[in-house]
């Protein structure tokens, strides 16, 4: 395993759509593993292949329950609405209030390239959506309310 580079906002990689992953492959079962480590080294809930630069539609999340590697994610359906504070691993110190659903249901394949459907709520809704936005090229300042304002290490903003 190894430390990617996290790409910051102004990459162009970041406004770019992902291509879906058609199989598995040691290269990326490597991206994987390699996105955990930088997620967890950056202290980041979560992280999307094109932040370390990789037009792949795969992501990593972990809100505090464990890894979740969601390949070709798609959300189903969603309903309800819930209004916070959201930063990103590539606009670090930086952080703005987001409306998001607050109930998900997706459908993903995981590592082993199963397919399966699951549900989220609260944060981890919060997380699969800006995640799954990351694949499509969208940062979520594009759907900020009102201004961006700075965080610090300390506030433990949670970034994505
Ligand atoms: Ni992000």
Redesign the pocket.
Known sequence: MALRTIRIQGDPVLNKACREIKEMTPKISTLISDMLETMYDANGV???AP?VGILKRVVTIDIGDGPLVLINPVILSSDGTQTGGEG????PGKAGQVTRPNHVVIRAFGEDMEEFEMEADELLARAIC??VD?LEGH??TEFVEGDLYDVSYDDEEE??
Request: one cysteine or more.
């Open positions: 979560g992280l999307a932040q990103c691993l590539s606009l800006h995640e990351h940062m979520y970034e994505a």
